[in-house]
Each structure stands twice: as structure tokens, then as C-alpha cells.
């Protein structure tokens, strides 16, 4: 069945939610999401090629991340301003030569600039979000929402097995060069298929930009649901950042191998859909509860005994991965209920605070292991969910409860 959705006041004109048009969303955010994450299982074979030394290879990651954080501040609020297909096919064309560019860099500096513009210009999924909560009705926001961010989270899980198994066969380079192709192809279905929307909003960006501090300071969900979803996914950053080089050095897995670990840590990606579904119905809060608890807990294989080895491994990333993906689309639904007009605003607010802790748990990654190797890791990116849960039931829940 498809879901008609009603005319939105940013002129989408009345569009019909088929299903189709869900799974082109959650294909195309998949797509474009997955250019963050190309280098993480793969760092070990970029840092020497590019004479990069160990310690600051994790920074490759990191300045993805930033950039990312970067166009979400700078660029995702126009969507409330500039005509929205528009905007991302700019973006996209970005992201392309970006990635070309990757795949011929030799040096480490042109490639952590390079990567810094990857980041930067992969956020159109974050326009195509919003768009779709404006398309859908409200008594089923949620679940399109949740199905279109399970297509987020797979780009991001799927990306790592991918980019392992293209690197082990064809070298790194070939990764970049793929992923320029690929957003080719999905910048030209982008350009066919999504439907325009014009914004009412007549600000100047300026006004647009600075209109951003009076929403955080007068959104206390927005800061709240910003904080655990920042520090969840700090320590999801720090994981999967830090677990290639753990499956290299200490257990010895090939590039294919660790490609096998990243595709099933992608079965936490199940959580999206059962957390829209829990938002649309109330359970917000229980839920919110369930998805930091179950967080905070996803280290305990590690932290317990060793000798769990690679299997504990796999559960904590299956573990982590579902918590995260949970806590993210209830922050969502929650931001894009306060209003309508602002969602694009809303939604570059909430993804940069998630970004800029993923940028510091990936940073982190290097530094930790090559001092403490697993078990460091494992202690400090347990903090960030614990450090979320404490202010949860100090503060957050409290509030949210109040208002739900």
C-alpha cells in the first residue's frame, strides 16, 4: 500500500510515500552516508601508501567526520531556504570530484584535506531526511523515518565490508574510484525521481544561521536528545574505527575477513524500523531508556573476560550498532515533531552534535589502542553511552516524560 502524504507548505505538491519512493530514499541516504566510512576498515593500507605514520592515521576518519559536521552546520540549513533537489545534486557533484580525487592523492596532507571534502560534501542525506519527514503523514512519520534511517545505517555498516573487500582485491585506491562511479549514478537518480520542495522560509542565510542558537536555546529535547546521540555515537565511532586494526594485529584476519565481521555487525541496523515504531506509538521514553542501557552494556564481552575473542567482538559491534541506530531515529522523531518549518535547521543541529562526537571517538581510536590496545578502548568508549544514561535519568527523562 502507499502512503499518501499531504501538501506540504514548502510546495512538494501532493506527493504519494509509496513504498518505492521509501526504498529509493533509504537506497540513496545509504549511498550517499557510506562515503564517510569507505576508509575506516582500511586505514592500515592508506597510511603507508600515503607515508602516514599509525598514530595519526585515525585522522583520516576524524576529518571526514568534521567535514561532515562542518556542511551539516553550514550547508543543511539551507534546505529550509533554497529548493531542496537542487541543493543535493550540488552537494552530490561535490562529493564526486571529491572522491576522484581521493583515489589519486599521494600525499598525507592533500589527502586529509581531500577526505575533510568528502565529509563535506556527503551531506545531502542530510536534506533528503527532512524531506521525507515533510512527505510523510504524521501518524506514520516515524516509521518512514525509521525504514529511510536503516538505509543510513547499512551505507555506514555495509560501507566497511565493501571497502575491505574491493581494497583486499583490487587496492584502496579502487574503493575511492567505485564510490565516485557509484555517486554518479545516484546523483542522476536523485536528479529524476525526487520530487522538488520550495521552503516558505524568506530569511537571508544569515538569518537562517543564526537562527540556529535560538533553537538550541529554546528546544530543551533538541539538547538533550543532541547530547546521548553525540556521545552513543562517540563510542560507535571509536569501535569501529579501532576494530580493523584489533582483528589485524592481534587476531591476524585478512582484509576479507574483517569485511565478513563489518557485514554482520550490519544485523544491528534491525533496530530502525522497531524504534519508529515504538516513537509513533508513545513509548519514546521506555524506549530511549532501553537503547542507552542496552549501550552502556555493549562492552561487557571485552571488559569481562578476553577470552570471548572475536565472538565478543561481534557481539558488542551487533549490540552497539542496534542501540545507537534505536537512540538515533527516537531523537529524530522527537526533533521533527517540534517545527515543521525549521526541520532541516533541527536536523543539521542534531547531526552535527552526532557527528562531532564521532569525529572524537574516531580521533581517540589510534592513540587508545596503541597505548592501552583493546581493553583501553573498550573502557573509555563504554563512558560515552554510561556518561548519556547518567544524564538521561538525572535529567532528560524527567523532562521528557513531562512533556510526552
Request: proline share 5%; net charge positive.
Amino acid at each position: 500500500m502507499s502512503t499518501q502524504a499531504s501538501t506540504t507548505a514548502g510546495g512538494t505538491g501532493h506527493v504519494k510515500m509509496t513504498r518505492s519512493l521509501i526504498a529509493l530514499f533509504a537506497f540513496c541516504c545509504g549511498t550517499i552516508v557510506a562515503n564517510l566510512y569507505y576508509a575506516q576498515p582500511i586505514t592500515e593500507l592508506i597510511a603507508p601508501d600515503i607515508h602516514m605514520s599509525g598514530n595519526t592515521a585515525s585522522m583520516i576518519v576524524s576529518l571526514t567526520q568534521i567535514g561532515y559536521a562542518f556542511g551539516l552546520f553550514f550547508l543543511v540549513p539551507l534546505g529550509d531556504l533554497l529548493e531542496n533537489r537542487k541543493l543535493m545534486i550540488t552537494t552530490a557533484l561535490v562529493s564526486i570530484v571529491s572522491l576522484g580525487a581521493a583515489a589519486f592523492a599521494h600525499q598525507p596532507g592533500w589527502f586529509l584535506a581531500i577526505s575533510l571534502l568528502v565529509g563535506f560534501s556527503s551531506v545531502a542525506v542530510q536534506i533528503l531526511i527532512p524531506l521525507a519527514a515533510h512527505l510523510a503523514p504524521d501518524e506514520s512519520r516515524g516509521k518512514v523515518v525509521g525504514t529511510i534511517m536503516s538505509g543510513l545505517l547499512l551505507g555506514i555498516l555495509l560501507s566497511r565490508p565493501i571497502s575491505s573487500l574491493v581494497a583486499g582485491h583490487f587496492g584502496w585506491r579502487a574503493v575511492f574510484g567505485s564510490a565516485a562511479v557509484l555517486m554518479a549514478i545516484v546523483t542522476t537518480v536523485l536528479a529524476l525521481t525526487i520530487p522538488p520542495r520550495q521552503p516558505d522560509h524568506k530569511a537571508t542565510y544569515f538569518e537562517l544561521i543564526g537562527s540556529l542558537g535560538h533553537l538550541v536555546r529554546t528546544m530543551p529535547v533538541l539538547r538533550h536528545r543532541s547530547f546521548y546521540q553525540g556521545l552513543m555515537f562517540a563510542s560507535f565511532s571509536l569501535f569501529w574505527t579501532a576494530i580493523p586494526v584489533e582483528l589485524t594485529r592481534h587476531y591476524g584476519l585478512s582484509q576479507t575477513a574483517i569485511a565478513i565481521f563489518a557485514l554482520v555487525g550490519a544485523i544491528g541496523a534491525t533496530s530502525a524500523p522497531v524504534a519508529g515504531h515504538l516513537a509513533d506509538a508513545g513509548h519514546t521514553v521506555r524506549a530511549t531508556l532501553i537503547a542507552l542501557v542496552v549501550g552502556a552494556l555493549a562492552y561487557m564481552p571485552a571488559l569481562i573476560h578476553p577470552a570471548w575473542g572475536v565472538f565478543g567482538l561481534v557481539a558488542t559491534g551487533i549490540i552497539l550498532d542496534f542501540a545507537v541506530q534505536m537512540n538515533m531515529v527516537l531523537g529524530q522523531r522527537e526533533i521533527y515533531a517540534l517545527h515543521a518549518a525549521s526541520r532541516n535547521r533541527l536536523n543539521a543541529l542534531y547531526m552535527t552534535s552526532i557527528f562531532v562526537g564521532g569525529a572524537f571517538g574516531s580521533a581517540l581510536a589510534s592513540p587508545l589502542y596503541e597505548h592501552g590496545g583493546w581493553p583501553l578502548v573498550a573502557g573509555a568508549a563504554t563512558a560515552f553511552p554510561l556518561i548519556a544514561l547518567a544524564h538521561y535519568l538525572a535529567i532528560g527523562r524527567p523532562h521528557a516524560a513531562s512533556i510526552a
